[in-house]
């Protein structure tokens, strides 16, 4: 072979190793509940401490900063029926942020309703075209589901078959609330294989305690904690 013939093949070939070494780290970023509801910027029913306009600027200027990246993002969104079950308002005696135990033995909170299907409660605070799919939960009357992945019935949502779809192996996550949908998103995305980074800044709890608790739980189980969105490492996971 003459040597300009292999230097095109040499060439070629190193060209056909980058390719699949980029499509095969392929990172997706999920945005958790993000919602009016959520927020006291926007005076919801279940506001999270600290969820204000600041909070909001940040979460859009990161997360445009991750599309423009190349990254997709995914969204889930709390997408309640009226009469669901978590709300104390459908739980004659209870009372909202009270833990009560169900008829058939399990532990739920009650919350005041909240993220009711198709009102301004339930509406995402970024572009929604920034989103390559939003994954609704919760939807299921009888059941909670502070997990993007499944219910508290063990009912799926479309996010794992997505995910997988599209080749994703690693997760970007951050949102609202980092004691319960942030957390119990991220441990379900662990034990389905995927890596997992939470950006911490990026998220908001509903109390101290159980916060600090959701971040230790969430690193014991293998996810990294960055305290806040270091763009240039996350081109590169
Ligand atoms: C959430 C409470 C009830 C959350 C959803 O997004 O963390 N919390 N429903
Ligand atoms: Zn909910």
């Not at 009372?95 to 532990?107: E, F, H, V």
């Not at 589901?145 to 996010?159: H, I, L, P, R, V």
Request: net charge negative; glycine share 8%; hydrophobic share 45%.
């Amino acid at each position: 072979m003459r040597v300009i013939n292999l230097i095109l093949v040499l060439c070629l070939g190193i060209m056909a190793f980058g390719q699949v070494a980029v499509a095969g780290s392929k990172t997706a970023v999920i945005v958790v509940d993000v919602q009016a509801d959520f927020t006291t910027a926007h005076k919801g029913s279940l506001a999270v401490e600290g969820s204000d306009e600041a909070y909001l600027k940040d979460v859009v200027k990161a997360t445009g900063e991750l599309k423009a990246a190349g990254l997709p993002i995914y969204a889930t969104q709390d997408w309640h029926p009226a009469d669901h079950m978590s709300f104390a308002n459908n739980n004659k005696g209870s009372k909202p942020y009270q833990l009560i135990t169900l008829k058939d033995g399990r532990k739920q909170v009650m919350w005041p309703d909240h993220c009711v299907q198709n009102t301004d409660g339930a509406k995402i605070l970024l572009d929604e075209a920034v989103f390559t799919k939003i994954v609704q939960k919760g939807t299921d009357s009888n059941f909670d589901s502070y997990s993007g992945f499944k219910d508290d019935g063990g009912a799926e949502t479309a996010m794992n078959k997505t995910l997988k779809e599209a080749g994703i192996e690693t997760l970007v996550v951050y949102g609202i609330a980092t004691d319960y949908c942030v957390k119990a998103t991220v441990m379900d995305g662990l034990a389905a294989g995927y890596k997992i980074v939470v950006v911490q800044d990026l998220c908001r709890g509903v109390a101290p305690d159980t916060s600090k608790a959701a971040w230790a739980e969430m690193e014991k189980a293998g996810a990294v904690l960055w305290p806040s969105l270091d763009l240039k490492k996350a081109k590169e996971l």
